[in-house]
């Protein structure tokens, strides 16, 4: 690890770095001394003397002059900004004295006083007129203009500027007031790094920080026990010394003395106003306070200003989600119905682009990346477990973005699901952005002495920034949230509005199924009473009857045989649904053949040209019904393909992630497409029964067999091109449904 000396403290310590950037590791709280401008005396909680600055002709002499303060010190309150005490003679001269306690100790301060103001003092002042100012203004903007210009009056400083900090931390100047001769740094920024972490954190504590004098000699801090002064906390303190890098980053800047007051909001650091002079200036207790208030005004108005546009924000938000969600729940509540109308959706992020993902499929809207970049990057956010993100430099944390970053270099996305990937995500574009910086953002450069030392120049540098886009407000992303919360609850409502239906679906279903059972075998009986009957006529009154009546006798058979052949098929079907499962492994390649051994024994079968998959796959099944599935599918292809010369007949293996089956497929009459979902239904034909014979009720026996194990079917067909039929069942390992479950295997 490289090593750096960072320049030492008044009393000649130095400070050994690891590295560069922990500059930031100065001793801020904690240096030791003061600015001369001032005296310190540090006592004990009894009122004895600790520690003192070296300005005090000696420890007695501080004593001896805030005795007269005894009293007022026993108010001061803990860990508390410095409270006034009232004015002080020494040496012939009036001083301010302030106190506060910190760590237990009480430190008091002197500073020469400024002549007295009464009724003209800076805070009434600033009462009377900056305050009705502030309450007039209608923006930020307008705020921070107004607070630059009363700083500047107040302070006497040459330049004052106001600026926030971004989310990078970055300091952005919004207004400035300045004299003739000062450099304008309106619009420009300051890096991060002029403001380390620890003086963010002090900026926090102490509202306020004076320094009258960029080249002053620090004074040090004496302590009757050794190492005392090196502990003690001078955060409140008014006069403590600065790190000596900040004190020639002033110097470079060209500004020999700065004031800096705090705008701090919701308990963070919003931003700061500066104040510059390219010489030497002292401001009093009194004028620092009024300064510090002026800060806390402007904080309360800038505050009050930012909520009211939030909450404004909000309320709009929270109307076009409330549109999004009536329009979504007025329909069946599926996610992709969002896209139907999707203006609103878009409104609602400020958003180019939005895309609806349920699992692998993916609905898009406006300017989005392709579906299936999409799929990859919702499948990155679901790895990150996290119901909300929102970023604007998705190239930085998703690389794969920087291919499409002029559609998608910010995205907000919200996920509905914990278990699925069922996201909503809205896209913005890339805005390439010219930022002017006050100088290179850098912090420091280090000499050949191993001293660290803050940049020097201050002038505009200009930087383009890509792969960005606008940054996502607090407003939005929590509308986002809230539209989460929302689209959770429809669908957890459809869900259990669909079990309703589902649980009342498979009562009714039980109760035609013991309906069609009871019918189909109570008409078994009646069928063989006409055919009996019709037995009788022809061998009693055979030879009486005209060669017509035969006919009309022989078309009442056959339609009585074919409501025999109904009713089998009914009562079979009835069956499926009731009987119990009996799952064992079954090889499938036996049992094609099996069947295929069957038909080419029989007439239209016998001019078939087979063609068996050597692979077809074993599953786990009810060997009997499995039998009836593969003898409809291959006895269909037969039929509908008897007309060709020669038929053909295809049994192909099918191995998916999700199962294993086989597609039987011909080159028959086929189908349109269109009515594929019919093919499946009890007594659904698309072709006459007169050329093709058969019940209409195979291929729903197909369907209910193999739902029953857990599988899926499916039907393509082209007319006069054939048609392709298959099914695939769950793998050993695929755990069964609840419906499954209860079977006996």
């Known amino acids: 690890m490289n090593s750096r000396v960072l320049q030492a403290w008044p009393d000649g310590d130095r400070t050994t770095l690891p590295d560069l950037q922990q500059c930031a590791q100065e001793p801020i709280r904690t240096p030791a001394a003061i600015q001369p401008h001032g005296r310190l005396a540090v006592l004990s909680p009894d009122g004895q003397l600790l520690a003192w600055s070296g300005n005090w002709p000696g420890a007695q002499a501080a004593q001896q002059a805030i005795e007269p303060l005894s009293q007022a010190l026993l108010a001061v309150p803990a860990d508390e900004g410095p409270a006034a005490l009232g004015k ?32 003209r003092a800076p805070i009434y002042q600033l009462t009377r007129s900056f305050l009705p100012q502030l309450e007039r203004a209608d923006s930020v903007q307008a705020l921070a203009e107004l607070a630059a210009v009363e700083m500047k009056q107040l302070a006497g400083f040459g330049r004052a500027v106001v600026y926030r900090f971004d989310e990078d931390g970055h300091g952005h100047v919004l207004a400035e007031a300045l004299d003739p001769g000062y450099d304008s740094y309106l619009g420009h920024r300051f890096p991060a790094s002029d403001v380390p972490a620890q003086a963010r954190e002090l900026y926090q504590l102490n ?178 477990a996290s119901p909300t993100f929102a970023t604007d430099q998705l190239p930085q944390e998703y690389p794969p973005a920087a291919q499409w970053q002029q559609v998608g270099a910010g995205v907000l996305a919200i996920s509905i699901s914990q278990v699925h990937r069922h996201l909503v995500l809205w896209f913005r574009p890339e805005q390439v952005r010219n930022i002017r910086w006050a100088g290179p953002p850098e912090k420091v450069r280090v000499s050949a002495d191993g001293r660290i030392h803050p940049r020097k120049s201050f002038a505009a540098w200009m930087e383009q920034v890509r792969g960005r886009s606008d940054p996502w407000r607090s407003a939005e992303v929590a509308a986002a949230a809230e539209l989460r919360h929302a689209l959770i609850g429809i669908v957890l409502r ?36 006409i055919t009996g009957y019709l037995d009788l006529v022809q061998e009693q009154d055979g030879e009486r009857l005209s060669e017509r009546s035969h006919r009309y006798l022989g078309n009442v058979r056959h339609a009585a045989a074919y409501a025999g052949q109904l009713v089998d098929a009914l009562l079979d079907f009835s069956r499926m649904g009731r009987a119990e499962l009996k799952r064992v492994p079954v090889s499938m390649q036996l049992l094609v053949r099996e069947v295929v051994g069957e038909l080419s024994r029989m007439d239209d079968g016998a001019r078939v040209e087979w063609d068996i998959a050597p692979d077809l796959p074993t599953v786990r099944a009810d060997p009997f019904l499995m039998q009836v599935v593969v003898r409809n599918l291959l006895g269909n292809a037969v039929k509908y393909s008897r007309g060709r010369h020669p038929p053909q007949v295809r049994i192909a293996s099918v191995r998916r992630s999700d199962g294993d089956g086989l597609e039987v497929s011909d080159n028959g009459v086929g189908f349109q497409q269109a009515y594929s979902g019919k093919l499946f239904g009890v007594f659904q034909r698309l072709h006459n029964a007169e050329d093709f ?53």
Request: aromatic residues 6%; proline residues 4%; negative net charge.
């Open 88 to 119: 002080l003679m020494l040496d012939g001269s009036a001083w301010d004295a302030v106190a506060h306690r910190r760590g237990g100790n009480l430190l008091v301060e002197l500073e020469p006083a400024g002549a007295q103001s009464g009724v």
């Open 207 to 384: 509202h306020i920080r004076l320094i009258a004098n960029a080249n002053y000699t620090p004074v040090p801090i004496h302590s009757r026990t050794a190492g005392f002064e090196k502990t003690l906390d001078l955060s409140f303190a008014g006069l403590r010394s600065v790190s000596p890098v900040h004190l020639e980053y002033m110097r470079n800047m060209g500004t020999l003395a700065s004031m800096s007051v705090s705008i701090v909001i919701g308990g963070k650091l919003w931003g700061l106003i500066s104040c510059h002079d390219h010489d030497p200036r002292y401001l009093d207790f009194e004028a620092r306070a009024a300064c510090e208030h002026l800060g806390r005004l402007l904080s309360l108005q800038i505050d009050a200003r930012e909520n009211g546009a939030e909450v404004e924000a909000r309320l709009e938000l929270r109307k076009l989600t409330l549109e999004i969600v009536s329009r979504l729940a007025e329909g069946d509540a599926t996610l992709e119905r969002l896209l139907d109308e999707s203006i609103p959706l878009l409104r609602m992020a400020r958003a180019g682009g939005a895309a609806v993902v349920l699992n692998d499929n993916c609905w898009c809207t406006g300017d989005t990346p392709e579906p299936q970049q999409i799929l990859d990057l919702a499948q990155w956010i679901v790895g990150r």
């Open 494 to 529: 459809r869900a259990e509005e669909l079990a309703d239906v589902a649980a009342e679906l498979g009562r009714v279903n039980k109760e035609l199924e013991a309906f069609s059972y009871t019918v189909s075998h109570d008409l078994r009986a009646p069928m063989r009473h």
């Open 693 to 745: 014979e058969g019940t209409g009720i195979g291929l729903a026996s197909v369907r209910r067999i193999v739902e029953r194990h857990g599988g899926t079917v499916w039907a393509h067909g082209e007319p006069g091109q054939g048609a392709r039929f298959g099914f695939i069942l769950p793998g050993q390992d695929t755990p069964p449904s609840i419906g499954q479950q209860k079977e006996v295997e």
